[in-house]
């Protein structure tokens, strides 16, 4: 079966970087687009940014542009998420997904950004 597993999440301070990590298996990796989402408490899920199976484009939000970069290993069935310059308003459950006949989603992982 998908599974989507993330890691890599925490508390870090106003400026701070983190690496979040999507490790995937059930499913051909490197066929399909991988995006990360977020939700912050009160709010909508919301996409952060896609890449597709190559890895040859990718897409942000606006909020995030030249702060976070997405990119993924076909070799390791695995999606990363740097994420730079981090603000308090990037704290979220930072979420994995992909889609192929429906949508699928990992368990989230915790991102707190505060002083």
């Known amino acids: 079966q998908v599974q989507l597993v993330e890691s890599g999440g925490g508390l870090v301070q106003p400026g701070g970087s983190l690496r979040l990590s999507c490790a995937a298996s059930?499913?051909?990796?490197?066929?399909?687009?991988m995006s990360w989402y977020r939700q912050a408490p009160g709010k909508e899920r919301e996409l952060v940014a896609a890449?597709?199976?190559?890895?040859?484009?990718?897409n942000y939000a606006d909020s995030v542009k030249g702060r976070f970069t997405i990119s993924r290993d076909n070799g390791k069935n695995t999606v990363y998420l740097q994420m730079n310059s981090l603000k308090p308003e990037d704290t979220a459950v930072y979420y994995c997904?992909?889609?192929?006949?429906?949508?699928?989603w990992g368990q989230g992982t915790q991102v707190t950004v505060s002083s």
């Open positions: 997904n992909t889609k192929f006949r429906r949508s699928f």
């Open positions: 059930g499913f051909a990796f490197s066929t399909y687009t």
């Open positions: 890449i597709t199976s190559t890895g040859g484009s990718t």
